[in-house]
Each structure stands twice: as structure tokens, then as C-alpha cells.
């Protein structure tokens, strides 16, 4: 699983408030003093039962999800025949441009003789590695869009993150539909041992969970 980029804030958009102004015809009669003029604030039922911090999260999630793509490598491996048998591999990527490029993990794509990106409305494009960083288990795939506008996930600085900021993570495991889990930075500057005995350091430490795949 992949989670890459800054954290998104978005601006809060303030509710529109309609207001009214009225008087009766018999109150105009008796000269009675006005009404006081209402601001009334129409919410849906649905969201008036949000939070702030859910609608926040739903409004990322509508706006972003479909940039988060499922990437599905093939190798071929050697049975002891020493005929070649198909592995398939899948994970998730980011598109990071509007040309077709995914930000993935090294791992998914490791030893890829073919390579395809599904997007959110499951089109299915053949992809190619065009960079590789395998010491920050980090890669580049290409595919050819044919026109397509695509979702893109927007880069993030790292330098302004603090501890305790809240952190959306946006996967599509086993090409399955796209998934959100939340929680927060909980460190930074961490290294991590990965399972090739590499450490990756600099690392953003969450405790949103990253589900296989």
C-alpha cells in the first residue's frame, strides 16, 4: 500500500444562509412594528447529521478518490519443469500527472514483465516502468491516457507537517473500490526496516491504517 503526499486542507465553504422579510397585510394596517429579519440556514437532513470533521473527510474523499488507481504487475517465474508460470502482483498507485504517470511502491511492480492501470471507472490501460527507486521502495509507471481527463492527487511539502496533523489515506486494494481510513502524523523522521533489509529513513510515521494490497 502506498501513501504519498502532503496533507490537503481544504477551505470550508460557508453554508448559504436565505433570508426573509415579511409583514402581514393586517399587521401593515395597524402599523405593528416588523419582524425581526430570520437568517435561515437550509441543510439537507443527510447533512446536518455530519460533523465538521466527516464532511471534511467526505469532501476530500469525492474530490480525490478517483486519482488513486490499482496497478497489476505480471512476472513470470520457473517451475521445476522449467516452464514459465505467470505471478500476478496488484497495488495501489497515485496519478501524480495529468499525462498518465502513477506513483507506486517498487514492490508491486519488482520483476514486471506486464504491467496494467485500472482507473476508478475501470478502464484498463497498459502501463511501463519509466523510473525506479528501489532503496525508498518507490516507482514510476506511464500509461497512455488517449484523451482521458484524469484526477490528479496535488504534492504536499513535507517541511510544514506537524505531529498530531490529521492524515487521509486513499487505497484500492485488490483492485477491490476504493478505500478511506483516517488518523493522524504520529511522528516524523522515522526510519523503516523494509522486508529486504533496506531502511528507508525520513519516513512520515501515521496511524492511519494501510490495508494489504
Do not use: C
Amino acid at each position: 500500500a502506498l501513501w504519498a503526499g502532503g496533507l490537503l486542507r481544504w477551505p470550508e465553504r460557508p453554508w448559504l444562509a436565505a433570508f426573509a422579510r415579511g409583514r402581514s397585510v393586517a399587521a401593515l394596517e395597524v402599523e405593528a412594528p416588523a419582524p425581526p429579519v430570520m437568517a435561515v440556514q437550509h441543510v439537507s437532513g443527510a447533512a446536518a447529521s455530519l460533523s465538521a470533521d466527516e464532511q471534511n473527510n467526505i469532501q476530500i474523499y469525492e474530490r480525490l478518490n478517483e486519482a488513486v488507481v490499482n496497478v497489476t504487475s505480471v512476472s513470470f517465474e520457473y517451475n521445476w519443469f522449467l516452464e514459465p508460470v505467470p505471478r500476478e502482483g496488484t497495488g495501489s498507485g497515485s496519478i501524480i500527472d495529468p499525462e498518465g504517470y502513477v506513483l507506486t511502491n517498487y514492490h508491486v511492480i519488482k520483476n514486471a514483465s506486464e504491467l496494467s492501470v485500472t482507473l476508478a471507472d475501470g478502464s484498463n490501460y497498459k502501463g511501463e516502468i519509466v523510473g525506479a527507486d528501489p532503496e525508498n521502495d518507490l516507482a514510476v509507471v506511464r500509461f497512455d491516457p488517449k484523451g482521458a481527463r484524469l484526477t490528479v492527487i496535488p504534492f504536499g511539502n513535507s517541511e510544514d507537517l506537524r505531529v498530531g496533523q490529521k492524515v487521509l489515506a486513499i487505497g484500492n486494494p485488490f483492485a477491490l473500490d476504493r478505500t478511506l481510513t483516517t488518523g493522524i502524523v504520529s511522528g516524523l523522521g522515522r526510519p523503516v526496516r523494509t522486508g529486504s533489509g533496506l531502511v528507508i529513513r525520513e519516513m512520515i510515521q501515521t496511524d492511519a491504517s494501510i490495508n494489504p494490497g
